[in-house]
């Protein structure tokens, strides 16, 4: 490898000390700033090869700087680095140019394999593109491993772009954040997202609900119906759990992803619509095509990018932040002050989660809202582990002491996971993390009117 002329601006004298002695002990040239402006200067009159910059340089963002950086060399290998990864931040990495994001602190393997790539790149000399960045939303996914960092990178990879994406992974690790990140950093950003579960659906209700149908269409369509994929014209469509569809309904989609046109249910006319398509499914989807049960023409137009969504147990050290996550979230949400102790964390880092992100928030909820004292201990951790899911719940029932502020913050949870579900009450059990009739029995006890909502 030719030697190659690294630029690390990062505001910690060790980072720059350590890379410096890395990138020197290889052979290479290398140059560290403390300051951007310093930077700045030094690039302006001298090649580089490899830019490595830190996110958070006090008053600057690295981000911004980089793109400065690639307007005055851009040919550059951009490269961010950051000990706080997020979504947010790496896809606006990638979206203003940035080639690589990594998390610090950085082994020297990895800084090789930095070296490596960048003299790759170097000799390919492909010129970046110029996107422009999105507004950064709050925090949606979190995590910090190296799996999700890999997810973090494809997201930033793809939101650019119209490219229809797969998303894969087990029930509960979050492909609808993953979808919604995917849009909130594309030029689509301000028009709608409209998720749709079709799992929860008969084909003839989902046909109709994302076709549309004409009045008298059949039986019980008394007026005209805009379905959802017109209503999100300019927009994204995310079909979550799309592996559960019948093959006939697979036909009829892929005409309308080909085509990007439309005809309502009992209609000839065909209505043109522009939309970005993105799907999940929670099953091994190279099975379901073995098997014959995906078509093989819709798995290729909606795989064009395929992001594979790790499970709880291959990224066990983000537990402690998810953790802590929920249990703010829980906490701003409900107007409490619940905390938990560092020897709990530790035991809902051992314990196993077949259910993934969303059987851990579940459970941090759970946890908060029975509490005795406000702080969730080892012990409480303990207790919920050795319950089944239907044990769990007759103990809530049966508890008399529970005070009547906490059953009310019980049950606004439930209804708003109602609401969210339009009164599909099989989805609402499923997000809640138990079984219907748990969910029949925690209404009863709530008084909550089931009937009152349109079940799907």
């Known amino acids: 490898m030719q030697a190659l002329r690294v630029v690390v601006l990062d505001d910690d004298p060790g980072t720059c000390e350590f890379l410096r002695a890395i990138f020197t002990a290889e052979g290479h040239d290398c140059q560290t700033f403390l300051r951007p402006d310093v930077a700045e200067q030094h690039l302006g009159a001298n090649p580089a090869d490899l830019v490595m910059v830190d996110v958070y340089l006090g008053a600057e963002n690295g981000i911004d700087l980089l ?18 990864i997020s979504v947010e931040t790496a896809a606006r990495a990638m979206s203003e140019g940035a080639v690589d994001y990594v998390s610090k602190p950085l082994t020297v393997d990895q800084v090789r394999g930095i070296a490596s790539r960048a003299d790759a790149f170097r000799q ?13 939303p709050d925090s949606s996914i979190i995590g910090r491993s190296p799996k999700m960092l890999e997810v973090y990178k494809a997201i930033g990879r793809v939101a650019g772009s119209n490219v229809s994406v797969l998303i894969t992974g087990a029930s509960g690790t979050g492909k609808e954040l993953v979808a919604s990140a995917i849009h909130q950093h594309s030029k689509r950003k301000d028009q709608p997202f409209t998720p749709v579960n079709c799992g929860s659906f008969t084909e003839t209700i989902l046909e109709s609900e994302l076709f549309g149908h004409e009045k008298g269409a059949f039986t019980g369509a008394a007026n005209a119906h805009r379905g959802l994929v017109e209503s999100s ?11 559960e569809t019948t093959l006939s309904f697979q036909v009829k989609l892929l005409r309308v992803i080909q085509e990007q046109q439309v005809r309502r249910v009992g209609s000839n006319k065909y209505t043109a619509v522009d939309v970005r398509w993105l799907a999940a499914s929670n099953r091994d989807i190279n099975q379901v095509l073995k098997q014959g049960q995906f078509r093989e023409d819709l798995y290729y137009r909606l795989a064009v990018v395929r992001i594979d969504l790790p499970s709880l147990e291959e990224r066990r050290e983000d537990i402690p932040l998810l953790v802590g996550h929920f249990l703010r979230r829980f906490n701003e949400k409900n107007g409490l002050h619940a905390t938990i102790d560092p020897a709990a964390v530790q035991l ?33 951790v303990e207790a919920e582990t050795q319950r089944t899911p239907d044990e769990a719940e007759e103990v809530q029932a049966a508890a008399p002491a529970t005070p009547d502020r906490l059953l009310e913050l019980e049950r606004q949870h439930i209804l708003q996971i109602l609401k969210q579900t339009g009164g599909n009450r099989s989805e609402a059990a499923r997000r809640l993390g138990i079984e219907r009739k748990t969910l029949y029995r925690k209404a009863l006890r709530l008084g909550i009117d089931l009937q009152s909502t349109s079940e799907k």
């Open 67 to 84: 793109r400065r950086f690639r307007e005055l060399q851009p040919r550059i290998y951009p490269l961010i680095m950051t000990a706080n």
């Open 124 to 136: 390919q000399r492909q010129p970046s593109r110029e996107i422009q960045a999105p507004e950064e």
């Open 233 to 243: 014209d300019g927009g994204t469509m995310f079909l979550d759990e799309i592996s």
């Open 348 to 380: 809902l880092q051992q314990r196993q989660w077949p259910g993934n992100v969303r059987e851990l928030e579940n459970t941090v909820n759970r946890l908060a809202i029975f509490a005795p004292t406000g702080e969730i201990t080892r012990a409480d």
